[in-house]
Nanobody, 123 residues
Framework: QVQLVESGGGLVQAGGSLRLSCAAS????????MGWFRQAPGKERELVGR????????YYAAFVKGRFTISRDYAQSTVYLQMNSLKPEDTAVYYC????????????????WGQGTQVTVSS
């Protein structure tokens, strides 16, 4: 079993920054990496980015455009999502999920989702 717990969400003004954390426990090595997704009200869940344990380049969605960075603390079994230059359209619930391999942007390639953390960006 794998347990994922996100934290770090909150309310921030446009142009501000937040760092989300995803604390992982259990058999995280059974996956290939970790992904961050987000879901805004009335919209489908979409991939923000994905980091892999192998050290291959991290994948980012086009809308990130250099604003977000995913990193990992091996010792703490934690994956981070650093979000800079936030925009109101970044408002969503953000989720981390264990990447099992396959199509990087498809939710079916991930399992063991966290409960999500709300990010609200005010204009």
């Amino acid at each position: 079993q794998v347990q994922l717990v996100e934290s770090g969400g909150g309310l921030v003004q446009a142009g501000g920054s937040l760092r989300l954390s995803c604390a992982a426990s259990g058999r995280t090595f059974s996956g290939y990496g970790m992904g961050w997704f987000r879901q805004a009200p009335g919209k489908e869940r979409e991939l923000v980015g994905r980091i892999v344990w192998s050290g291959d380049p991290t994948y980012y969605a086009a809308f990130v455009k250099g604003r977000f960075t995913i990193s990992r603390d091996y010792a703490q079994s934690t994956v981070y999502l650093q979000m800079n230059s936030l925009k109101p359209e970044d408002t969503a619930v953000y989720y981390c999920a264990l990447y099992r391999g396959g199509t990087v942007y498809s939710t079916s390639s991930y399992d063991y989702w966290g409960q999500g953390t709300q990010v609200t960006v005010s204009s």
